[in-house]
């Protein structure tokens, strides 16, 4: 059974850091895709970005592009999020999710919240002005 667990969520100013980490364990990752999605309390989930296990290919949201950076550590089957020059408007849970992602497919397949198969139970940030 495929789990991921999320932390690094908290209370942070405008302006400052988090950095996200998603474990996931169950089974080999090789063939799919981690993503990183939002949730802001009233509004729907949204793509925030997503990384190809496989080769580490990266996809981001375009508000997203310049602040955030995904990433991944094989040895330790985790995936992170770096949120740099965060804003009040990025607060939200954040959740990790996987899914399935063959080399013919598209990274921006990943954008699609209906692709995947396991989510994380996410975590909350705060950010304050």
């Known amino acids: 059974q495929v789990q991921l667990v999320e932390s690094g969520g908290g209370l942070v100013q405008a302006g400052g850091s988090l950095r996200l980490s998603c474990a996931a364990s169950g089974r080999t990752f090789n063939s799919y895709a981690m993503g990183w999605f939002r949730q802001a309390p009233g509004k729907e989930r949204e793509f925030v970005a997503a990384?190809?296990?496989?080769?580490?290919?990266?996809y981001y949201a375009d508000s997203m592009k310049g602040r955030f950076t995904i990433s991944r550590d094989n040895a330790k089957n985790t995936v992170y999020l770096q949120m740099n020059s965060l804003r009040p408007e990025d607060t939200a849970v954040y959740y990790c999710a996987c899914r399935p992602l063959s080399s013919w497919q598209h990274i921006t397949m990943t954008a699609s919240a209906a692709g995947y198969d396991y989510w994380g139970q996410g975590t909350q940030v705060t950010v304050s002005s």
């Open positions: 990384i190809r296990w496989n080769g580490g290919y990266t």
